[in-house]
Nanobody, 125 residues
């Protein structure tokens, strides 16, 4: 399994931007599809975005489409989530996840093998 460490969270005003990073250990990062999920207080963890191994396909939740961008740098073993036009409802702990093989969808938590510890994003109104 790959080890994942997220960073880049923080407090931002509504309308602002943040870029989250997820650094992966190991030499096989390029063989994993990567995803971002988030969990707000009192709510279930939900899908945010995913990117395939070669970055040829991107997936987004409707709630973030047009505002968030997922990308990866396989040379740096890192996946990013650029978040623009942030809203208070984006407040959550954000988790990155790695999928070693395709299970039919990247939208579900059980499609992923490894998870990071999460980074808090708080958007004030």
């Amino acid at each position: 399994q790959v080890q994942l460490v997220e960073s880049g969270g923080g407090l931002v005003q509504a309308g602002g931007s943040l870029r989250l990073s997820c650094a992966a250990s190991g030499r096989t990062f390029s063989s994993y599809a990567m995803g971002w999920f988030r969990q707000a207080p009192g709510k279930e963890r939900e899908f945010v975005a995913a990117i395939t191994m070669s970055a040829n396909r991107l997936y987004y939740a409707d709630s973030v489409k047009g505002r968030f961008t997922i990308s990866r740098d396989n040379a740096k073993n890192t996946v990013y989530l650029q978040m623009n036009s942030l809203k208070p409802e984006d407040t959550a702990v954000y988790y990155c996840a790695a999928s070693s093989y395709y299970r039919g969808s990247y939208y579900y938590q059980n499609s992923y093998d490894s998870w990071g510890q999460g980074t808090q994003v708080t958007v004030s109104s």
